[in-house]
């Protein structure tokens, strides 16, 4: 008696564990969770008038992005594993591409302030829709790890319609962090990284949110998450690490990262920077909250932007 006892107390907390860490992989991972919607206590605050800089400036900047998302056109790759890829480009006569990664639950118009700058600039644009994003396929979200891979094969996208290309890859938030993921595998014709606001890892990220939403400590949770992660998502969440990428990445790749980030601590964005194995370069923007660096100052940030790739790797040679 004893023994069954014993027994179906285990099959109990096996099935609850399980359940919670099915339940945060999805409520995470799923494109149809509410995850997006982030109502936390945080120390970190921007002043009023920073706010308000960002906002009109955001309003301002994507007004242009609008009109220039038309101008786009539509293409698809198919993943290694056998999801259909959805992606705007916009091509001019020039060997200069940029690779524009988009963030944690939006889709690739997000980005349409990057891609508009950076054509102007004379480059041709490529901004995929993540995995899981706005008109791709997929379950679950990739949080980097997986896109890493999605961008290769963008890569090579580009690569057949331009066998000269030299790629910057841009990305924000989660796409920074696949940015840096991206940056260890050393993919062809890339010559340089910009990341702004990314994490140091998918197991960092989503304990530091997991204190700030629940309450929770890492133990158990992200533990059986993790677990869970690996057989629905395909991917670990400690693998998943844009910090030890960096340490392997052999290109030239810029930091930027908002002082006043309340969802990826600024301490991250040090931590990346400091692991860097590469030539390299920070560009912390006072008083910007998450992925709003571009906004608090735009011509600030392209002119670090520019500078650094003009100067720093072979884009202008």
């Not at 198919?78 to 999801?83: E, G, N, P, R």
């Not at 057949?160 to 796409?175: F, T």
């Not at 600024?266 to 923007?285: D, F, I, Q, R, T």
Request: charged fraction near 25%; aromatic fraction near 10%.
């Amino acid at each position: 008696m004893k023994k069954k006892i014993i027994g179906l107390i285990v099959l109990i907390l096996l099935c609850g564990s399980i359940g919670v860490g099915h339940y945060f992989v999805n409520y995470a991972l799923s494109p149809a969770s509410n995850s997006s919607e982030r109502n936390v206590k945080t120390t970190v605050h921007a002043s009023n008038s920073n706010e308000l800089i960002m906002n009109k400036n955001k309003e301002d900047e994507m007004k242009k992005a609008d009109a220039f998302y038309k101008e786009t056109s539509l293409t698809s790759i198919t993943s290694k594993d056998k999801l259909k890829l959805s992606g705007n480009y916009k091509t001019q006569d020039s060997h200069k591409w940029a690779l524009i990664i988009h963030g944690y639950k939006v889709d690739n118009r997000n980005m349409m302030p990057f891609g508009c700058t950076y054509y102007d600039h004379g480059y041709n644009v490529l901004l995929p829709d993540d995995r899981a994003s706005g008109k791709s396929e997929g379950n679950h979200i990739g949080m980097g790890y997986l896109d890493k891979n999605d961008m290769k094969v963008w890569i090579n996208w580009i690569l057949n319609k331009d066998p000269k290309a030299k790629i910057i890859v841009h990305g924000v938030s989660m796409g920074g962090a696949t940015t840096m993921m991206l940056s260890g595998d050393h993919p062809k014709n890339v010559v340089g990284y910009v990341e702004d606001c990314g994490y140091t890892s998918v197991y960092d990220i989503f304990s530091s949110e997991l204190n700030k939403r629940f309450g929770l400590p890492p133990f158990p949770v992200m533990d059986i998450s993790n677990m869970m992660s690996n057989i629905e998502a395909g991917y670990d969440f400690k693998k998943a690490s844009s910090l030890e990428a960096v340490k392997k990445c052999n290109k030239p790749m810029m930091f930027i990262h908002g002082t006043k980030d309340d969802f990826v601590p600024y301490s991250m964005g040090l931590e990346v920077y400091k692991a860097a194995n590469c030539e390299k370069e920070l560009y912390s923007v006072k008083g910007a909250t998450h992925a709003n660096s571009l906004y608090m100052n735009p011509d600030a940030y392209w002119n670090k932007v520019f500078k650094f790739i003009n100067e720093k790797t072979s884009i202008a040679r």
